[in-house]
């Protein structure tokens, strides 16, 4: 089901694994005093295990959503809270993340995911590249550049034949933050103009 409450400015970040997506939502959230959404796939996968299926990614997706919405009705409630909080949802992936992972890992998308992504609405893309180093953890699976290159092409491919803004987010943490802090604001004077 799409946003119905314009007044919220959806954001997301996207990009392959370990390009700092999680951190900068957090770092933007703080900046912003506003709140992000976090990756679902990461809690469910800690509790399932890694061997996920091809029906596991459709929970995931669903789980996402889930959490996206509460998240967007947390930032509703902080603006009636009070009149000069931010109006900004930060999200850390999206059914476009979804789509890029059923179709790398299984060549099929759920038709599902497909629908969220026809009707779900957002603001602004920030798309993280893969100049970051790779950290490993339990749940990442492509630790060589190439794959991460492979990937990030995808998503580029992506926001390139899509029509929502979006800004390719390179550089150390700091630049990474500067880039797309700039293109954050440039959203919301835009959007205060007209």
Same mark, same amino acid.
């Given at each position: 089901?799409?946003?119905?409450?314009?007044?919220?400015?959806?954001?997301? /970040?996207?990009?392959?694994?370990?390009?700092?997506?999680?951190?900068?939502?957090?770092?933007?959230?703080?900046h912003y005093d506003t709140i992000w959404c976090r990756e679902y796939a990461r809690e469910y996968?800690?509790?399932?295990?890694?061997?996920?299926?091809?029906?596991?990614?459709?929970?995931?997706?669903?789980?996402?959503?889930?959490?996206?919405?509460?998240?967007?009705?947390?930032?509703?409630?902080?603006?009636?809270?009070?009149?000069?909080?931010?109006?900004?949802?930060?999200?850390?992936?999206?059914?476009?993340?979804?789509?890029?992972?059923?179709?790398?890992?299984?060549?099929?998308?759920?038709?599902?995911? /497909?629908?969220?992504?026809?009707?779900?609405?957002?603001?602004?893309?920030?798309?993280? =590249?893969?100049?970051?180093?790779?950290?490993?953890?339990?749940?990442?699976?492509?630790?060589?550049?190439?794959?991460?290159?492979?990937?990030?092409?995808?998503?580029?491919? /992506?926001?390139?034949?899509?029509?929502?803004?979006?800004?390719?987010? =390179?550089?150390?943490?700091?630049?990474?933050?500067?880039?797309?802090?700039?293109?954050?604001?440039?959203?919301?004077?835009?959007?205060?103009?007209?």
């Amino acid at each position: 089901m799409p946003n119905t409450n314009s007044l919220i400015k959806k954001i997301v /970040i996207i990009g392959p694994e370990s390009t700092g997506k999680s951190s900068l939502c957090d770092k933007l959230a703080e900046h912003y005093d506003t709140i992000w959404c976090r990756e679902y796939a990461r809690e469910y996968l800690l509790e399932h295990g890694t061997d996920y299926s091809y029906d596991d990614l459709l929970t995931i997706a669903k789980g996402q959503l889930r959490l996206e919405d509460i998240a967007a009705g947390n930032v509703n409630g902080m603006k009636e809270e009070d009149s000069n909080a931010a109006s900004l949802l930060f999200i850390d992936t999206n059914m476009y993340v979804m789509k890029v992972w059923c179709e790398f890992v299984f060549n099929n998308c759920h038709e599902w995911i /497909i629908e969220q992504i026809i009707h779900r609405k957002y603001d602004l893309y920030l798309l993280c =590249n893969t100049d970051l180093p790779w950290v490993k953890d339990e749940l990442r699976e492509y630790p060589d550049l190439e794959t991460r290159e492979r990937l990030y092409n995808i998503y580029k491919d /992506i926001m390139i034949n899509q029509d929502v803004p979006w800004v390719d987010i =390179n550089g150390d943490y700091e630049e990474r933050f500067e880039r797309a802090k700039e293109a954050v604001d440039k959203l919301t004077v835009f959007n205060l103009q007209a």
